[in-house]
């Protein structure tokens, strides 16, 4: 099976993936700090042999040609060259790449603590039974030294009394929460205070489900997990990873959850420690990290597409003038559907340029809208108001940090001066009121006032490759057909800049998982393709996009059974009626919102832009095959006032 090695980036146990001469070409995080190498050192060319050695040899370690199936956990000690040293459990099994490419994979599970806690309990154990036995002698003497009774029993209560204030003083010093459970559910009388903090409560005496906060609807399957987890009818490492892995903390703190089976001497289960850790500043590390990169993603961006951000920056400050507009209002009618598709387009944009704070703040705008139109109250206007607000915070404060590099590097050396695209326009138009002077006025215009539609559309790459990732898809390159046809900017720009929606969806929507499109005999890459053309009628010249995927096309049963869920009887229209309504407002085959899309704004974001030009959308699909967006809008070459644009045909 091929597998993409990122998955393993999140795991807490250390992973290692190697060639067949033990090269590692992949290790995560925890590895990397098992190692005592950073992960760069480690891919880049080093053995696994030479970053540990072995109590014993492991002979499919030596062998990883013969490793054809998942071997047994091996447990050995080991000692880093660069770090620490313990006790692990090994396996190796083969996995192919994303490339087809045969590898092994090593998981290495560190069983140190496990053993500590059996040895520590185990101690405590026989500590325990040596106090039973000492009062089984005290018993004895008890009979044969009555005078003495009371005194006797005092003392031994006293005994048992500091053996388990000595045993609750061990839990207490421990950082993490630690409880144990039995295979009725039961907490057992056995806990540390670390717990009032991890799980918000002395969990003594109390059922595991309850103090772990389960939703009703998870309870009966938990305690099928439960129960398969004492009857050891599978290994317990590989039962012990279906059970929760995070407690709700209320405080939004972030605590990890990790098994241990607890036994007896002769090994049978007799309980589960439950290790409750407050990982937050691990999560905290590893969002800022994010953070980081989708920095250093946006400088680079930025120097490469400077041309790019401005044209954005523009378009956001007129977007967020509108939003600003909107929710100052203290009374209505408010304009709901161009606020949505304002914070709609504002986040693609800003999603393109890897401003995240204002993509994520958008996005919580909008789920603040979508709640408000289903009720709408005072409060939660006031609540969309503030996001809203804040959207544009996170704006100027994306301008104060970049100021330095969208205001003065990558200057030119020639001189550059200024000039209105008003007055531009002016002296063009006087240019062609002169004889022979039409074709000047067209270069005039062609030099300083249009630009290529490839600068608009290039960025768009990265915005599926991007969606991509975030779907586990595979996408080629966008392809752009004569992307070197000239626009004037100020009257496209609006209208481009809602192309995200379109590309956003050819990946979500349209490209199929990489395994059905092998299966199907596709490509297991996705392609995505924008062509530009003109056309001329009696009416004028048009300019016509076309954005075409190869993916699963739209099925016009599911929109129709969408439609009929809201209503509509829509049994007239035929297939290829019924798949125009994706442009309708607030459509969405999606049933969940994500970050990527369910809104129902995108295609109408373009059909609006469209229709504000005197254009015209509509799409085409064949299931199986793929889908093709056509934008067809009046293809203008001067800056027209007051004059009415042509309908589209």
């Not at 500590?127 to 005078?147: D, P, R, T």
């Not at 129709?560 to 509509?568: I, N, P, Y």
């Amino acid at each position: 099976m091929r597998i993409q090695y990122s998955l393993f980036d999140t795991l807490l146990e250390p992973v290692f993936v190697l060639t067949a001469d033990q090269k590692v070409v992949y290790c995560n995080e925890t590895a990397a700090i098992v190692a005592g190498l950073s992960i760069r050192k480690i891919t880049r060319g080093m053995k696994f042999n030479e970053l540990f050695q072995f109590s014993e040899p492991i002979e499919a370690l030596d062998n990883l040609i013969g490793v054809s199936d998942a071997t047994p956990y091996k447990e050995v000690n080991f000692k880093a060259l660069h770090a620490e040293e313990g006790k692990v459990q090994i396996t190796l099994q083969p996995i192919f790449d994303s490339m087809g490419d045969k590898n092994w994979i090593v998981f290495v599970r560190d069983v140190t603590l496990e053993e500590r806690l059996q040895k520590k309990y185990r101690a405590e154990l026989e500590q325990k039974e040596g106090v039973i036995s000492a009062l089984e002698e005290a018993k004895v003497q008890l009979e044969n030294y009555s005078k003495n009774l009371e005194q006797m029993v005092a003392e031994r209560t006293r005994e048992l009394s500091r053996l388990n204030q000595t045993m609750s003083a061990l839990l207490d010093s421990l950082g993490q929460g630690f409880f144990i459970f039995n295979a009725e559910g039961k907490i057992l009388d056995v806990s540390s205070k670390a717990c009032e903090a991890t799980v918000e409560c002395k969990p003594d005496g109390q059922l595991i489900w309850d103090v772990l906060k389960l939703p009703e609807n998870k309870v009966e399957g938990f305690k099928k997990w439960m129960q398969t987890l004492f009857m050891e009818m599978l290994p317990f490492e590989d039962l012990s990873c279906l059970g929760p892995e995070t407690y709700p903390h209320t405080k939004e703190r972030n605590i990890a959850l990790e098994y241990h089976p607890l036994r007896s001497n002769e090994g049978t289960m007799e309980g589960v420690v439950v290790v409750a850790s407050d990982i937050t500043s691990l999560v905290e590390a590893q969002k800022q990290a994010e953070r980081e990169k989708e920095h250093a993603k946006l400088i680079i961006h930025m120097i490469k597409s400077k041309r790019e951000i401005h044209r954005f920056i523009q378009e956001a400050q007129g977007l967020l003038g509108e939003v600003r507009d909107e929710v100052s209002k203290d009374n209505g009618p408010y304009d709901t559907e161009e606020l949505f598709r304002s914070l709609h387009t504002l986040k693609g944009g800003a999603a393109l340029f890897s401003i995240k704070d204002v993509a994520e703040a958008c996005h919580q705008a909008e789920g603040l809208l979508a709640e408000l139109k289903q009720s709408w109250t005072h409060p939660a206007f006031i609540a969309l108001r503030g996001k809203c607000f804040e959207v544009e915070e996170f704006f100027h404060k994306f301008l104060d940090q970049t100021k330095e590099i969208l205001g003065s590097s990558n200057l030119p050396e020639e001189r550059q001066i200024e000039v209105a695209i008003s007055k531009l326009n002016h002296i063009a138009r006087k240019v062609g009121s002169l004889p022979g002077g039409g074709a000047v006025a067209q270069e005039l215009l062609l030099e300083l006032a249009m630009e290529p539609v490839t600068g608009f559309i290039e960025p768009y790459s990265d915005v599926m490759l991007r969606v991509a990732e975030q779907t586990d898809k595979m996408v080629s390159p966008l392809k752009i057909h004569n992307g070197n046809l000239m626009v004037i900017p100020e009257i496209y720009s609006g209208l481009f800049s809602t192309f995200v929606h379109a590309f956003r969806n050819a990946v979500d929507h349209g490209i199929e998982m990489p395994d059905h499109r092998v299966d199907i005999g596709k490509p297991a890459e996705g392609q995505v393709d924008v062509t530009f053309s003109l056309n001329h009628n009696s009416q004028g010249s048009w300019l016509l996009v076309q954005i075409k995927d190869d993916g699963g096309g739209i099925d016009p049963a599911r929109i129709r059974e969408k439609l009929a869920g809201k209503g509509l009887d829509v049994s007239a229209e035929t297939d290829q009626q019924i798949i125009q309504h994706i442009f309708d407002s607030q459509f969405s085959t999606r049933e969940q919102v994500t970050d990527i899309s369910g809104r129902g704004v995108g295609m109408d974001a373009i059909k609006v832009a469209a229709e504000e030009l005197a254009g015209r959308v509509w799409v085409e699909s064949t299931v199986g095959q793929g889908s093709t967006l056509f934008v067809e809008v009046p293809y203008i070459t001067e800056f027209q006032k007051d004059k009415k644009l042509p309908s589209a045909a």
